[in-house]
C-alpha cells in the first residue's frame, strides 16, 4: 500500500464543517481505494467512509451518512473527506489508509498516516 498523511483536523463546533486531506507521494495512487477511519478516545479504531480507484463508488458508515463526503483528485493524488454538521460524537483522530482489495475492514487497509485530530464542542 502506498504511504498516507493526513491534514485538516482542527477544533469546530457542533454543526460546523471540515475538509479533511489525505495525499501521498506514491506513483500508483490512482489504483487504490481510499479509506477514512477515526479513533475516539478510549475506543477501538472504526470505519467513516471509503472511495474506490475511480471515485465511482462511496461507502460510508450510517453514523456519518448524508453529513460526510468522500471524494478524490487522483491528479493530485489526494483524497478528501467533507464533514459537515460536525457533532461531538464526531470527536477523534482521523486516519486514512490504502487498499487494492475489495473490502472495508480495517485489516484490509495499509500505509496508514498519522492521523489529525478533529475535536467538536458543543
Known amino acids: 500500500q502506498v504511504q498516507m498523511a493526513e491534514s485538516g483536523g482542527g477544533l469546530v463546533q457542533a454543526g460546523g464543517s471540515l475538509r479533511l486531506s489525505c495525499t501521498t507521494t506514491g506513483r500508483t495512487f490512482s489504483s487504490y481505494t481510499i479509506g477514512w477511519f477515526r479513533q475516539a478516545p478510549g475506543k477501538e479504531r472504526e470505519f467513516v467512509a471509503a472511495i474506490g480507484w475511480s471515485g465511482g463508488e462511496t461507502y460510508y458508515d450510517d453514523s456519518v451518512k448524508g453529513r460526510f463526503t468522500i471524494s478524490r483528485d487522483n491528479a493530485k493524488n489526494t483524497a478528501y473527506l467533507q464533514m459537515n454538521v460536525l457533532k461531538p460524537e464526531d470527536t477523534a483522530v482521523y486516519y486514512c489508509?490504502?487498499?487494492?482489495?475489495?473490502?472495508?475492514?480495517?485489516?484490509?487497509?495499509?500505509?496508514w498516516g498519522q492521523g489529525t485530530q478533529v475535536t467538536v464542542s458543543s
Open positions: 489508509a490504502s487498499t487494492l482489495g475489495a473490502g472495508t475492514g480495517e485489516p484490509d487497509f495499509g500505509g
